[in-house]
């Protein structure tokens, strides 16, 4: 069958760093996206990974080793409004989006 | 550019009750998805959509759910009759890439936030 696993919560303060893990069996891999969702909103797209290595955008950073199987997305100088669950998906060999259950980061000040 | 909209925001109904929910894709996507997203859970793909023809409706319940893309663009999910397992978040997609051409970013509308008494 096809997984992927992520922390349910996590909890962090305000202007520290935090790292969200992912790692996942699918049939196949032809990518990796990570989303942020705010409570009660529509997921928004932070980034794809289809290499192995570093992606850095701004205060965040998504990672990738496809013979582990597994992602992290690090977040910097982390904000208040960080506060959000944080989806991983995967892209199997059919190039259906595959997606975790999310991990629910909580900032504190 | 105007975004994915989906309507209602909101629907309460009772058990055994039908509702249907409308989303209109980015201009010029062809690929549009509903998800079906229970709280706590990631999204659930129930149907994808490329142009006007079905790609994947594996995890849609046939005997209650239906949804069509007529015209390539608009699209409708109609829940009939409703179980109390339905209320979730359905959200709506588009992307401008589909399965055979490749992958692309996946746009969401806001949802519609579906409460089955």
């Known amino acids: 069958g096809q997984n992927i696993d992520q922390p349910t919560e996590m909890t962090a303060t305000e202007g520290a760093i935090v790292q969200i893990n992912c790692t996942y069996q699918t049939s196949g891999f032809n990518g990796l996206f990570w989303y942020q969702q705010h409570a009660g909103e529509a997921p928004t797209f932070l980034s794809y990974?289809?290499l192995d290595g570093l992606e850095e955008k701004g205060r965040f950073s998504s990672f990738l080793s496809r013979s582990k199987g597994y992602s992290y997305l690090l977040l910097k100088e982390l904000q208040m409004k960080d506060s959000a669950s944080y989806l991983c998906a995967v892209i199997d060999s059919n190039y259906q989006l595959i997606w975790g259950a999310g991990t629910k980061l909580i900032i504190k000040p | 550019e105007a975004g994915v909209a989906q309507s209602p925001r909101y629907k309460i109904i009772e058990k055994r009750q039908s509702v249907a929910f409308w989303c209109n894709p980015i201009?010029?996507?062809?690929?549009l998805y509903w998800y079906q997203q229970i709280l706590g859970q990631g999204p659930k793909l129930l149907i994808q959509?490329?142009?006007?023809?079905?790609?994947?409706d594996s995890q849609l319940p046939k005997d209650r759910f239906s949804a069509e893309r007529l015209k390539g663009v608009d699209s409708t999910l109609k829940i009939q009759p409703a179980k109390l397992e339905d209320s979730a978040v359905y959200l709506c997609?588009?992307?401008?890439?589909?399965?055979?051409?490749?992958?692309?970013?996946?746009?969401f509308g806001p949802g519609t936030r579906l409460t089955v008494l």
């Open positions: 201009s010029g996507h062809a690929t």
């Open positions: 997609a588009s992307s401008s890439q589909g399965t055979v051409e490749g992958y692309n970013e996946q746009f």
């Open positions: 990974n289809v």
């Open positions: 959509f490329q142009n006007n023809g079905v790609v994947d």
